[in-house]
């Protein structure tokens, strides 16, 4: 089965500038996720969907960043203005449905800098 | 606050000794953890799971224990060999099911 694709791989931008990320999860796998994970330490949940709902938002910063999952597949991520501090990789991964047992699948991220 | 905690100290091995990792947890009781793997400009790649219910889960050169008392997951790598170099992470399942991460230890095996 093909994997978590995720584009672009790398991005660097001026700080108050705008990027987006996109990811494509497994095919038919339910809930998506996007992580971040800053160097030295372990990914950070920003937001979980289930089809094309939010589950959990709780960690994602509203003021500055965005997300959709369309048509419950395809999902973007976006941070406008940009700051030093969300120079991170960014991950997206998928799992068959939410439960506890159902293992995350990953891409292999963007890696953001801000400059 | 619940925490989930790893070694932040990397692991240095000599090649055929067995690695252990420690994954710890304080002020409540996972359903499940979930270990990975992460090698350096990758996403993490699913190992193992156990349940609370588990005391131990085993795949090929790889085990998991579940020490509900101790607060404690252990993950065994035996016979270890260079190209298990790598970034391990421990994950507990939340009562909404999100996945949340401890900080990983680096793995690093010598020939």
């Known amino acids: 089965e093909a994997g978590v694709a995720q584009s672009p791989r790398y991005k660097i931008i001026e700080k108050r500038q705008s990027v987006a990320f996109w990811c494509n999860p497994i095919s038919g796998h339910a809930t998506l996720y996007w992580y971040q994970q800053i160097l030295g330490q372990g990914p950070k949940l920003l937001i979980q969907?289930?089809?094309?709902?939010?589950?959990?938002d709780s960690q994602l910063p509203k003021d500055r960043f965005s997300a959709e999952r369309l048509k419950g597949v395809d999902s973007t991520l976006k941070i406008q203005p940009a700051k030093l501090e969300d120079s991170a990789v960014y991950l997206c991964?998928?799992?068959?449905?939410?439960?506890?047992?159902?293992?995350?699948?990953f891409g292999n991220g963007t890696r953001l800098t801000v400059t | 606050s619940q925490k989930i905690e790893q070694n932040s100290e990397a692991l240095n091995i000599q090649e055929g000794k067995t690695a252990t990792l420690t994954c710890n947890y304080t002020n409540y009781s996972p359903a499940y953890l979930q270990w990975y793997r992460q090698d350096p400009g990758r996403g993490p790649v699913f190992l193992l799971l156990i349940r609370e219910n588990e005391k131990e889960k085993r795949k090929e050169r790889l085990k998991v224990t579940f020490d509900t008392t101790l607060k404690q997951s252990l993950f065994h790598i035996t016979a270890s060999q260079p190209a298990d170099s790598a970034t391990y992470l421990c994950a507990r399942v939340d009562s909404s099911y999100k996945l949340i991460f401890g900080s990983g230890t680096r793995l690093l095996v010598r020939p």
């Open positions: 991964a998928s799992s068959l449905n939410r439960q506890g047992g159902s293992p995350l699948h």
């Open positions: 969907f289930q089809n094309n709902g939010v589950v959990d």
